[in-house]
């Protein structure tokens, strides 16, 4: 799976805390079609001093969702299930490619591919995802986490 390379980082789609925590950087992101990058550090390792296999999963994950918005109108995507296989152990640059294989108005259909800086595959992925739809005109959101509901009784 290739996607096209830009040269330098572009702006995210959203807010993404976790993403920004772990250093992943978006390079390509259209037509159903994005690359994400990242440089693997010594707290995203396991053990064996190689990525642990939740940061490559959250990677695949990210370039999925990325490209299930990108290729539909919806403001967001939500991963709702989601398989992985690791073929080799991950170190170094990792570049991710998502695409977007088909989408419903409600569902998208997603692979993304991860791959090393000497372009070995590392691990892939497929995975469904709920389109979020964009919020009614008239709609209110809901209250903060940390504010009380209003009691009934």
């Not at 064996?48 to 299930?68: C, K, P």
């Amino acid at each position: 799976m290739n996607t096209p390379s830009k040269p330098g980082p572009l702006p995210l789609p959203a807010r993404m805390p976790f993403a920004e925590h772990l250093g992943l950087v978006l390079h390509a992101n259209a037509d159903g079609l994005c690359e994400w990058r990242m440089d693997v550090q010594a707290a995203h390792c396991n053990s064996r001093s190689v990525a642990h296999g939740g940061v490559l999963m959250t990677l695949l994950d990210v370039a999925m969702a990325t490209a299930a918005r990108s290729g539909s109108a919806a403001p967001g995507a939500i991963t709702i299930e989601m398989k992985t296989s690791f073929l080799r152990a991950a170190e170094g640059s990792l570049r991710a490619s998502g695409r977007l294989l088909h989408h419903t108005a409600s569902l998208a259909f997603c692979e993304a591919e991860l791959h090393n800086a000497r372009g070995q595959l590392c691990a892939r992925a497929s995975g469904t995802f709920k389109l979020m739809r964009p919020a009614h005109p008239h709609s209110h959101p809901l209250p903060a986490p940390s504010t009380p509901l209003p009691r009934s009784d």
